[in-house]
């Protein structure tokens, strides 16, 4: 194994396509900033020393990285090669590889990141890329490639002669380099080309000049390469995650009725046989046991927690819940940091009233227990195992067990009151 595995993330660009006060790179994809997405697919490649290269509204992203990357400046956007000659300081004295990523390509699987330096490392290869077969390359660079198959070089869009426009391979912009290697070869880049740019691409060709082996990997999956410039992509690819999630769920066995209307995010986990109705939220994080019924109309927040057999109906709310197994909520109910026990009923239109303005507090549901229509639950407050609460009521007082709780004004009639 190689002595160092850095990343170099391209965070610097300014994205004016989308329209928007903020930098491109932090608005949000299914939940999370694009940089942060990007970053995130490094470590989960197994990636620990990660630099990011920052520019415009270089403040927005790194308080959305955090403390987690190192930070290289680029002031003047002079292109790809002159964005990783930044992050050079960073590089010098170590020995193995580095991925080179655009902050603005979200949805990149880690294992093909784990493919390209597999490939790199297997077969020492001092520059591996991650290329792409476009039936339409338009706007992309070129994989030149020699009779034996060997990359000889890549030449961008505007670079390319006619007969090099016909070329389908293409450089997704994704990259494996020996480390030493690299920083030599960046000393020699020059800007000798239509838009005047340092392009990392022509490291490739040093090397090759060199003697030095190149090497690829073509990608499995086309849309894991696409980079978000403008809203349009932007929904594009959280389509792309949304069906991508929704898959991976279905094969381990839960229904999904309408994949279209149904939004997993990340790192949810679901029982198996667990079926989810359509025009559902799941939000990241949340654990859904087996034999589940959710929806449609529903709305899991982050921090719950459903063991097996959970009924969530229609248009109902929950959000750091832990709900027991067997346990009912039919319908039209807010369910909000809350513990609820095994085999309860919820009925419609119940609340936990947990917010008093200035605190978040917490209701306790025991075992068993029944709570009728209308139902408000005032939290701090403990309802006991078997305990059944009165349609109507408003509880402000822990409820013992096995008891009946009634909270509500005894009625009064006023006769003949409507014929004044």
Request: aromatic share 6%; with cysteine; proline share 2%.
């Amino acid at each position: 194994m190689e002595n160092n595995i850095m990343a170099i993330v391209m965070a610097a660009g300014k994205g004016t396509r989308m329209k928007s006060k903020k930098s491109k790179l932090v608005q949000k994809i299914y939940g999370k900033e694009i940089v942060k997405r990007a970053v995130e697919n490094a470590e989960k490649a197994g990636v620990k020393d990660i630099v990011a290269v920052v520019g415009y509204m270089k403040e927005e992203v790194m308080a959305v990285l955090g403390k987690e990357v190192k930070y290289a400046y680029q002031e003047e956007m002079l292109g790809t090669g002159h964005a990783v000659m930044q992050a050079r300081e960073f590089l010098k004295g170590k020995k193995g590889k580095v991925l080179v990523l655009n902050g603005d390509v979200p949805i990149l699987r880690p294992e093909t990141l784990n493919k390209l330096l597999e490939k790199s490392i297997e077969n020492k290869e001092y520059a591996t890329l991650l290329t792409a077969i476009y039936d339409n390359p338009t706007g992309y660079g070129r994989i030149v490639r020699d009779e034996g198959g060997n990359i000889e070089a890549i030449v961008e869009e505007k670079d390319t002669t006619p007969e090099q426009k016909e070329i389908k391979e293409i450089n997704a912009g994704i990259y494996c380099f020996d480390i030493e290697e690299l920083l030599l070869a960046l000393d020699k880049i020059k800007p000798n080309n239509a838009q005047g740019e340092y392009y990392l691409t022509d490291v490739i060709q040093i090397m090759n000049e060199k003697g030095l082996k190149t090497g690829a990997v073509i990608v499995e999956d086309n849309t894991e390469i696409l980079g978000i410039n403008d809203r349009i992509q932007l929904e594009m690819l959280t389509k792309v995650l949304q069906m991508r999630i929704n898959t991976e769920h279905m094969k381990n066995g839960v229904t999904i009725e309408d994949v279209n209307t149904t939004y997993i995010y990340d790192d949810v986990k679901i029982g198996m046989d667990t079926v989810i109705h359509p025009n559902t939220t799941i939000k990241s994080g949340v654990q859904i046991g087996e034999d589940c019924e959710i929806g449609p109309n529903a709305y899991i927040r982050e921090g719950c927690k459903l063991a097996n057999k959970v009924k969530i109906g229609s248009f109902v709310e929950i959000k750091k819940a832990i709900i027991g197994e067997g346990t009912k909520v039919p319908h039209l109910s807010y369910m909000g940091d809350c513990e609820i026990g095994e085999k309860c009923n919820i009925g419609c239109g119940t609340i936990t009233c947990n917010y008093d303005g200035l605190h978040k507090s917490k209701t306790i549901i025991g075992n068993h227990s029944f709570v009728g229509s209308n139902v408000n639950l005032v939290a701090p407050v403990t309802l006991g195992d078997e305990t059944f609460v009165a349609a109507g009521s408003t509880i402000t007082d822990d409820v013992p067990a096995y008891a009946l709780a009634i909270a509500r004004q005894r009625q009064t009639n006023k006769e003949d009151w409507n014929k004044k």
